[in-house]
Nanobody
Framework: QVQLVESGGGSVQTGASLRLSCSASGIVSGFNMGWFLQAPGKERDFVVA????????NYTDAVKGRFTIAGDRSKTTLYLQMNSVKPEDTAVYYC??????????????WGRGTQVTVSS
């Protein structure tokens, strides 16, 4: 069974940098992984994903040029480097995984999330 555990969230100011981590276990070759976010009272929205087999990525326009997804295969860990953060980035960030070929989903495995709060 796939297990995903996020960490690295916190409270920062506008313009700061933050790196989220997702420790993954039980994954198989050919899987896709990524990050979703959810603001209070709202639906979960796609942020970015990567095909771990070939490294192809897909970013939303809102984070292009600011966020970077990367992975460490030896540590089975996925990262989200967040630079120049804005208050609109405030949300719970979830790590996701699925064996499907489409980077946008659907994703069936989710972590419990890590809170990111950006103040002005």
């Amino acid at each position: 069974q796939v297990q995903l555990v996020e960490s690295g969230g916190g409270s920062v100011q506008t313009g700061a940098s933050l790196r989220l981590s997702c420790s993954a276990s039980g994954i198989v070759s050919g899987f896709n992984m990524g990050w979703f976010l959810q603001a209070p009272g709202k639906e979960r929205d796609f942020v970015v994903a990567i095909s771990c087999a070939v490294g192809v990525t897909n970013y939303t326009d809102a984070v292009k040029g600011r966020f970077t997804i990367a992975g460490d295969r030896s540590k089975t860990t996925l990262y989200l480097q967040m630079n120049s953060v804005k208050p609109e980035d405030t949300a719970v960030y979830y790590c996701v995984e699925d064996a499907s070929s489409g980077l946008r989903g659907p994703y069936h495995y989710w972590g419990r999330g890590t809170q990111v709060t950006v103040s002005s």
